[in-house]
Structures are given as C-alpha cells and as structure tokens.
C-alpha cells in the first residue's frame, strides 16, 4: 500500500485560504486515485474531492464546489486541496486517501489513508 502524510493545515479566520498537501511514499502514486475527506467533531467521514490517476478529472461535494481544487504532482508524489473562501463550517480533521479505481466517493473504498491534518475556521 502506499503511504500518505498530510500537512498544511491550521487556523484561519472566515474567508481566508489554506493549501493542503499530501505526499505519497511507498508505491506508484500514479496507480492511484486521490480523494479528501474530512471529519468534524461527532460527525461521519464525509467525502470532499477526489482526482484521477492522471489529474485530468476531478469531483467534488456540493459543500466546497467553486471554494475548493484539488490538484496533483504525480513527478512530486504529492496531492493538493485548495481551499478558498473558507467557512467555519469548513472546519474538521481533513484526511487525503488512495484508491485504486477513480469514480467511488466512498471512504470504504480507499484503501490507504494519511493521518490527518487539523483545519480550523474561525468565524
């Protein structure tokens, strides 16, 4: 399996932008499909972007559409989510995870996981 390091997360007030990367070790991280998720205090695993294999398509929940972009460096072996326009409602333990098949919004599907990186909004 391929391992997976988040970093970039933090505090930021209502409004403001924070760039989140994911680097990949261990296997091919183009044999992958990358997917964020995010969970916030007494809540499920909620789905937020996913990227093909090649970074040529993209998906994302309703919730961060036109406010998030996720991106890829498959020479970097690294994953990236953008988030602008950020809202308290935004905030949650934000994790990057690998799939093997790119189309499936499902946590159960992903097979590795990072450890997650704290995103906090302030309002």
């Known amino acids: 399996q391929v391992q997976l390091v988040e970093s970039g997360g933090g505090l930021v007030q209502a409004g403001g932008s924070l760039r989140l990367s994911c680097a990949a070790s261990g296997r091919t991280f183009s044999n992958y499909a990358m997917g964020w998720f995010r969970q916030a205090p007494g809540k499920e695993r909620e789905f937020v972007a996913a990227i093909s294999k090649t970074g040529g398509s993209t998906y994302y929940a309703d919730s961060v559409k036109g406010r998030f972009t996720i991106s890829r460096d498959n020479a970097k072996n690294t994953v990236y989510l953008q988030m602008n326009s950020l809202k308290p409602e935004d905030t949650a333990v934000y994790y990057c995870?690998?799939?093997?098949?790119?189309?499936?919004?499902?946590?159960?599907?992903?097979?590795?996981w990072g450890q997650g990186t704290q995103v906090t909004v302030s309002s």
């Open positions: 995870a690998a799939s093997l098949t790119y189309g499936t919004w499902y946590p159960a599907d992903f097979r590795s």
